[in-house]
């Protein structure tokens, strides 16, 4: 099956939201709207082993395999980081395992969110993309689980 | 004795059938020393000598008191740690608000505070919370600074609320 949209058309529309805000706090608060929005994330998954690590807040990922496209639900208990996750989601769902672990995302850069928080360099944000690269590549039977 | 750190400035010849180390006190201070706090030492004391320890430490009661006043009165904030006796910082939590929430936004507005578990996950646990924010206030904060800490707090309680 075919991904309804590309992540280049997803990072930009995401671009376009985030430059109709033009003050801080209006990028924030429509990133925390996002969090809010998010589709709640199943009890049974917000375990230990669904937790993405190096966040300093809980992040929940919880990832399947659907006609060959990859699908994310997730969850975290701090709401800016629940934002992320959910443009992460919005990014990354629905699309081919291959084009998930090739992808850059850029957009993360240029949505205007301060810097320590958006970049891909930042610790936990770089911790939730490695992790759903992971999955995908596992999913989409890229690479084992458990490389020897 | 031998060195238990590589670095620069440590070492005299290094051949492949041996190194031989510089002499003391050099073997045993490897890499770049600690130039700058070493260069701000005098003015810390002269710092601190100036205002006396009595006055700092009577500055920081103060602004401690004045911040534990102010956050007391913002709904839903509990402040962890109240001995008496205590150095001038405010360790707090508030319903429903992740520390680290708070600190991206504080941070936004110009206002350095510590969240997350401060190295002392076990106490956490014990207290059955995620982690606090923490306000430090040093002999060269004010008042004024306090409130600005206050104003911020709001303004991000408005945002997360």
Not at chain 1, 114 to 121: F, G, N, W
Not at chain 2, 4 to 32: C, D, Q, R, S, W
């Amino acid at each position: 099956m075919e991904p309804i949209k590309n992540i280049k058309e997803i990072e930009q529309e995401l671009v376009d939201d985030f430059a109709m805000f033009e003050t801080w706090e209006e990028k924030y608060e429509y990133l925390i709207d996002l969090g809010k929005k998010l589709a709640p994330l199943n009890d049974e998954f917000k375990k230990e082993e669904y937790k993405i690590k190096g966040c300093q807040s809980s992040v929940w990922v919880h990832s399947f395999e659907k006609d060959g496209l990859i699908f994310f639900e997730g969850d975290s208990d701090a709401l800016i980081v629940k934002g992320l996750v959910s443009m992460m989601i919005m990014v990354f769902s629905g699309q081919k395992p291959d084009t998930i672990v090739g992808s850059d995302l850029e957009f993360l850069n240029t949505i205007g969110l301060s810097s320590h928080l958006a970049q891909t360099r930042s610790n936990g944000l770089r911790s939730m993309i490695k992790q759903m690269k992971l999955e995908a590549s596992v999913l989409g039977g890229l690479q084992s689980s458990n490389p020897q | 004795m031998p060195p238990f750190l590589g670095g620069g400035e440590m070492i005299k010849e290094v051949t492949f059938e041996k190194t031989t180390y510089n002499e003391l006190p050099f073997k045993f201070e490897a890499g770049t020393p600690n130039i700058a706090d070493v260069i701000v030492i005098k003015p810390a004391i002269e710092f601190i000598n100036h205002f006396g320890k009595a006055n700092i430490r009577e500055h920081e009661d103060k602004l401690l008191s004045y911040a534990t006043q102010k956050l007391k009165a913002i709904d839903g904030l509990k402040i962890i740690g109240d001995v008496e006796k205590k150095v001038s910082v405010i360790s707090f939590i508030i319903d429903g608000v992740h520390p680290q929430d708070l600190a991206i936004l504080l941070d936004n507005q110009g206002i350095a505070v510590r969240t997350g578990h401060h190295c002392a996950q076990p106490l956490m646990q014990c207290l059955g919370i995620v982690g606090t924010t923490r306000a430090s206030f040093a002999a060269y904060n004010t008042i004024e600074e306090v409130d600005v800490m206050v104003q911020a707090l709001e303004k991000s309680l408005k945002m997360l609320r």
